[in-house]
Antibody, heavy 121, light 103 residues
Framework: QVQLVQSGAEVKKPGASVKVSCKAS????????ISWVRQAPGQGLEWMGW????????NYVQKFQGRVTMTTDTSTSTAYMELRSLRSDDTAVYYC??????????????WGQGTLVTVSS | EIVMTQSPATLSVSPGERATLSCRAS??????LAWYQQKPGQAPRLLIY???TRATGIPARFSGSGSGTEFTLTISSLQSEDFAVYYC?????FGQGTKVEIK
């Protein structure tokens, strides 16, 4: 079955960086992009950006530009999201999701299990 | 930027009853809307895409309708496993969620 498995929880100090991995299985990795969505404690879902899995195209939400890098490794069917200069308000669960896009719309299916990133001094 | 607004924030429903959740877009999104279910401690799960198409494995008691700016997710007869938070999504924007709780 189609599955995304993410790396484990991280605890980081303010100013540090974190890199979350998302390994895909059950489908041809380079036929869909990967989106990253985060969820702060008790809050809703916030889309962070998208990366293609076949041509290097990316699309980041403006608020994260300059701090985030999303990449893919087709040899291992793995996507990565690196967030730098971490702040306490970056504490959240970070999800990867397969981004199923048509010409006009998109949806996310499936999602990884989530990676809790805690930023604390 | 399109804003997605869900209502109500919390819906109290008894098991077996019908639940109706709303999602409004600040401008027309045609039928380009998805719905997700999220249970505590779990990742979201796709329920509906294209406003009304059930995702693989989703029970028939879940149905989506609407187009333009007004959308509805209906759960025809709530089961215990349906108590969760539901989000609508259009492109990069999610609604703030509706929590369906046991009455």
């Amino acid at each position: 079955q189609v599955q995304l498995v993410q790396s484990g929880a991280e605890v980081k100090k303010p100013g540090a960086s974190v890199k979350v991995s998302c390994k895909a299985s059950g489908y041809t990795f380079n036929t869909y992009g990967i989106s990253w969505v985060r969820q702060a404690p008790g809050q809703g879902l916030e889309w962070m950006g998208w990366t293609s899995a076949n041509n290097g195209k990316i699309n980041y939400v403006q608020k994260f530009q300059g701090r985030v890098t999303m990449t893919t490794d087709t040899s291992t069917s793995t996507a990565y999201m690196e967030l730098r200069s971490l702040r306490s308000d970056d504490t959240a669960v970070y999800y990867c999701a397969r981004d199923i896009a048509t010409v006009t719309t998109n949806w996310f299916d499936p999602w990884g299990q989530g990676t809790l990133v805690t930023v604390s001094s | 930027e399109i804003v997605m607004t869900q209502s109500p924030a919390t819906l109290s429903v008894s098991p077996g009853e019908r639940a109706t959740l709303s999602c409004r877009a600040s401008q027309s999104v045609r039928s380009y809307l998805a719905w997700y279910q999220q249970k505590p401690g779990q990742a979201p799960r796709l329920l509906i895409y294209g406003a009304s198409t059930r995702a693989t494995g989703i029970p028939a008691r879940f149905s989506g309708s609407g187009s333009g700016t007004e959308f509805t997710l209906t759960i025809s007869s709530l089961q215990s496993e349906d108590f969760a938070v539901y989000y609508c999504q259009h492109q990069e924007t999610f609604g703030q969620g509706t929590k369906v709780e046991i009455k």
